[in-house]
């Protein structure tokens, strides 16, 4: 039997993975903390925000809303648009090794783009449900750390054109994306993932995100069921 890996050597693996996406937090998050101030709000709505809401792109959004006082039913349908994609990330995210409810609710709770992309990750296939949320921690903690710092200097600093910032949340997506095909090449599904965009976006362009995802994960579930149904033949 192999000797099982010391304590500090498992974390040391998580950080080692977990550090390119997280590092890319604090300039995210000042981000974040550039806009946030130059809404017109008080520079801990920052740090607020990424905390609670934690759900990257709606944050973004979220500061306009805040900022106009846009109603709660205006909020809560565009929570639900924009973090609907969450429903699929459930669906392969290893939840089920992570222990204890509290473990599990804060493990749904920190369910973010960037901690999907390194828990379903092959390195990441053994982890345990303390690696798991050691890593959901680190992002967590790394997307504050990177709003308050952005809310303190753009007090400090105003700055009076944010041109280009609101591009750095999708600029990262699409880091991950390419780092996903990297990880598992295949053709074939990109191809089709490009295809439901286009498609969503000719169609359904006010919901494109939803719509994208329902067609992706409906086209996976007919080749899934297609590939166990030459297997069984």
């Known amino acids: 039997m192999p000797p099982s890996p010391e304590p500090g050597d498992s974390l040391r693996s998580v950080v080692t993975l977990t550090?390119?996406?997280?590092?890319?937090?604090?300039?995210?998050?000042?981000a974040l903390g550039f806009l946030v101030v130059h809404a017109g709000l008080a520079w801990w709505w920052a740090p607020v925000f990424a905390a609670v809401i934690y759900a990257g792109s709606l944050e973004f959004l979220m500061?306009?809303?805040?900022?106009s006082a846009a109603p709660i039913a205006t909020v809560a349908l565009t929570t639900f648009v924009v973090n609907s994609r969450h429903v699929f990330y459930a669906l392969s995210f290893p939840l089920h090794r992570v222990r204890g409810v509290l473990g599990k609710l804060y493990s749904t709770y920190t369910l973010s783009d960037e901690a999907y992309a390194v828990g379903v990750s092959p390195e990441a296939r053994a982890w345990?449900?303390?690696?798991?949320?050691?890593?959901?921690?680190?992002?967590?903690?790394?997307?504050?750390?990177?709003?308050?710092?952005?809310?303190l200097?753009?007090?400090?600093?105003?700055?009076?054109?944010?041109?280009?910032?609101?591009?750095?949340?999708?600029?990262?997506?699409?880091?991950l994306g390419i780092d996903a095909y990297r990880q598992r090449p295949d053709r074939t599904t990109a191809a089709v993932a490009a295809l439901c965009a286009v498609v969503a976006w000719s169609l359904l362009p006010g919901q494109m995100l939803v719509a994208a995802f329902a067609?992706?994960?409906g086209v996976l579930l007919v080749r899934m069921s297609l590939r166990r149904r030459d297997d069984d033949a």
């Open 63 to 67: 500061v306009h809303l805040a900022a």
């Open 215 to 217: 067609a992706f994960a």
């Open 19 to 30: 550090a390119p996406i997280g590092l890319a937090f604090i300039p995210l998050g000042m």
């Open 128 to 151: 345990p449900s303390r690696l798991i949320l050691f890593m959901q921690v680190c992002l967590h903690l790394l997307w504050v750390a990177g709003a308050t710092l952005g809310g």
């Open 153 to 175: 200097v753009g007090q400090a600093l105003p700055i009076e054109r944010l041109e280009g910032l609101d591009f750095a949340l999708t600029a990262l997506f699409l880091v």
